[in-house]
């Protein structure tokens, strides 16, 4: 199937089309208040007491757009409105799900495994995700980063030889004007030993026009530049969010998509499957499906591991490797990423001699046995030696 997408409808907003192509225009004008909102969408009560929470509400025109008139229970509406939920006591409720602060060595930097590290360019999105992991950060008005602070930031990566990526981060780094993007890709780029970046956003998805011919223009100029972006519904796939997409790939950026498996929003094999389809025929691979974060206010948002592991053998079954994103897991309190796969294995033997017999069911309900070669048969390659030194530099 070739896939058609829709575009969206400016007279919503009484927008001329020279407007609604503008991103600035659109950051301008992003609803922000209880007021804002009621004039386009018939507000429930437990949105209206969502209005009471801590973490900012912030959504584009373009965005909102998608979730207009299609009801109360609209996944796109459950991701940008706050409710009542939000505001009461959850099973598992942290500020700092990922444990951040405890990896924070420098100003706007975390520094969690030997070879990446992130800079939080900026804390301000163009939606704000009712289930953010970084509500310590994200929305708190800090905006771009102080230039002392960022002195401190660069010289820290340029001490740090065995980070090979930086991950640009915030809040979302695309916010920023092409100025101040190029100014940090230039600096980070111009270390000996950062071999690539990365820029996490959600613009494609929620202000796609930001994605214009100048800025990548700009951003190619300091290859490899890895676009990770943020798709959550196949409704998010529209017309103007694809040729954001296609913009980077034909100017070679390789573009990765993370999902958060939501509650009442994507949380079934057939949504999952029509999300990752779509990205892959738009040249983005379906990369992590993440489990969500138990973030402050977000229970109402979150699903089950077991109910996860369940869409992920579903799709085993149906989808390509190509199509198949990674379930995966951030262990509360900043253990790292823990991935999640269904278990095929059903049984193991190991015999006197040392030879392993395992058992697997697939997806399909077949069973076979693999049977390895003892270790004594195993040869290692004989030129691992050249890379050690390589090696070797990616540990703290
Ligand atoms: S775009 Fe990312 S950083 Fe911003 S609110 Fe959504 S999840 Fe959080």
């Given at each position: 199937m070739k896939f058609k997408f829709s575009a969206t409808n400016p007279s919503l907003f009484h927008a001329n089309p020279e407007d609604w192509q503008s991103w600035q225009w659109q950051m301008r004008s992003s609803l922000k208040t209880q007021k804002d909102f009621a004039k386009y969408i018939h507000l429930t009560p437990e949105e209206e007491l969502g209005f009471a929470t801590d973490f900012s509400v912030r959504c584009t025109p373009y965005y909102l757009s998608l979730a207009i008139d299609k009801g109360e229970q609209d996944p796109i509406r459950k991701i940008i409105l706050p409710t009542s939920h939000e505001t009461l006591p959850g099973l598992q409720e942290m500020l700092d799900p990922l444990g951040e602060k405890k990896n924070n060595p420098a100003p706007r930097v975390i520094h969690r495994y030997p070879d990446r590290a992130l800079l939080?360019?900026?804390?301000?999105?163009?939606v704000y995700c009712r289930y953010c992991t970084r509500k310590h950060f994200t929305a708190t008005d800090q905006a771009f980063i102080k230039s002392s602070q960022y002195d401190q930031a660069l010289s820290y990566f340029k001490s740090q030889k065995s980070i090979r990526e930086v991950i640009l981060s915030?809040?979302?780094?695309?916010?920023?004007?092409d100025e101040q993007l190029e100014r940090v890709l230039s600096d980070l780029t111009s270390i000996d030993h950062i071999e690539l970046i990365r820029i996490g956003t959600r613009m494609p998805v929620v202000?796609?026009?930001?994605?214009?011919d100048e800025l990548v223009l700009k951003l190619k100029k300091y290859h490899p530049v890895f676009i990770m972006t943020h798709f959550n519904h196949p409704r998010e796939v529209t017309l103007e969010s694809s040729q954001a997409l296609l913009k980077f790939v034909d100017h070679g950026f390789p573009v990765f998509n993370q999902m958060v498996l939501l509650s009442g929003v994507n949380n079934h094999p057939a949504i999952v499957q029509a999300l990752s389809r779509r990205l892959l025929s738009l040249r983005t691979k379906p990369y992590y499906m993440f489990q969500c974060d138990p973030s402050f206010g977000s229970d109402h948002l979150r699903t089950s591991v077991a109910d996860s592991l369940e869409i992920q053998r579903e799709l085993w079954g149906r989808l390509s490797g190509l199509a198949m994103p990674n379930l995966s897991l951030d262990i509360p309190s900043g253990g790292g990423k823990a991935g999640l796969t269904p278990n095929f294995e059903t049984s193991r033997v190991v015999s006197a001699d040392g030879v392993e017999t395992r058992k697997f069911t697939g997806w399909d309900g077949v069973s076979s046995e693999y049977v390895s070669p003892p270790s004594s048969q195993i040869a290692k390659p004989i030129d691992a030696e050249v890379y050690f030194e390589e090696w070797d530099q990616l540990k703290f």
């Open positions: 939080l360019v900026t804390d301000t999105c163009s915030g809040g979302d780094p695309l916010t920023l004007g202000c796609p026009m930001r994605i214009t």
